[in-house]
């Protein structure tokens, strides 16, 4: 089964890529490794959430915004590979959240992105992970998450 | 000598490792380079330090947190490796720091680790670095620190 | 033309590389990447500049101190590699700024590292980033750089 399949019967459907915020590029390949900018949660209505976890956003909100942003990751990987079954490992993930100063559960909020690759690839999507509260984020967003991914040798490069 | 020898002869004892604090791994494998995940300190008297450096926590308490999550990290390698011989080099060490909104001595902190690995690899401990104040972290911990390592080539694959 | 050729066209010079902050190296090659340590703006008239985006600095004096820790990461590029030539991609680029609670305005900031990039690099310049606002920074600095670049293949191995 493909992963695409895998997608389509679970009713996962990837949103399309947001440009880059600035003067850089969604994903570079380097080798066998692609390395993500980060991305935030998708606009809901055509607004973008803003706030911090703790206060604006619990950490149920937390978990759905890590979702969120892992499916345009995904959304990047496939443009940027051509296929998702171009992912030979989700190496590592990274997550800088928003948070309250006295905010403590980082783990549980980035799991929302660690559990959709996870249900994605299999044990493919077991990566190593880290994640703290940032100070402030771009837009007032409540959370970015970057990722580096393995590629399956012999996949041709993808657009870089 | 083997690292493990030089270990001994240095009266320093590596902690069991802790499961990941959430859906991920302790470290990943890819080509020649294993990405670690974030550790913080190991728990002491069965309790896990929480609090801020430079408000609960000095300097030097935080140099030897630094330390005490390196050494965990340490134990990470040599279980997914086999063996600390199997490293090539430190390449890369990030440091997530728990501080007051005013703390200014972050490479001293960072240094705990940093030291502890230069004293085990020699000239293979040297790494790249980068480290900064988080607004907060998970469980209130006073700093989490990560790396990734280069394995030698020709050692067998490690459990990813 | 050569990199150092353009650089020289463009009125562009680079700084002396500062040494490290503190017991690690400013760059480390494995196999064909380089990663970088963080490095901060570059002192004026002996003063390293300290203080927060949005409170003791505007975000254009932060998009001038992210060129001026890019100028500086450009160096240890040339110092590590030899040559400024020997760079086949900037494959990823982190920026940890120095932040107001409220400050949103973090791609604009970082753009001084990136526009110099794609400046000094063309398409190859061209790069994954990720940024957040941190809690503090060492010294009090107003931002920190960090990057990864690939190495063209078959060029030396630089100093480690």
Redesign the interface.
């Known amino acids: 089964m493909t992963i695409a399949q895998r997608l389509a019967d679970r009713g996962i459907i990837l949103p399309p890529t947001s440009p880059?915020?600035?003067?850089?590029?969604?994903?570079?390949r380097?080798?066998?490794?692609l390395?993500?900018?980060?991305k935030g949660p998708t606009a809901v209505d055509g607004r973008l959430p803003a706030g911090r976890l703790g206060r604006e956003y619990t950490t149920a909100q937390g978990h759905a915004f890590a979702r969120s942003a892992g499916l345009e990751l995904l959304a990047v990987i496939r443009d940027a590979l051509g296929s998702l079954d171009a992912v030979?490992?989700?190496?590592?993930?990274?997550g800088?959240?928003n948070?309250?100063?006295?905010?403590?559960?980082?783990?549980?909020v980035?799991?929302g992105m660690?559990?959709l690759v996870?249900e994605v690839f299999g044990d493919r999507g077991?990566?190593?992970?880290?994640?703290?509260?940032?100070?402030?984020?771009?837009?007032?967003l409540p959370l970015?998450v970057?990722a580096?991914v393995?590629v399956r040798r012999g996949r041709r490069r993808g657009r870089?």
């Open positions: 880059p915020a600035a003067h850089y590029a969604n994903a570079v380097t080798g066998d490794l390395f993500l900018a980060g030979a490992r989700v190496v590592e993930v990274q800088f959240l948070t309250t100063e006295d905010f403590t559960e980082h783990p549980q980035l799991d660690s559990d996870i077991v990566h190593a992970r880290a994640v703290f509260g940032a100070h402030s984020l771009r837009s007032g970015v970057k580096v393995e870089k």
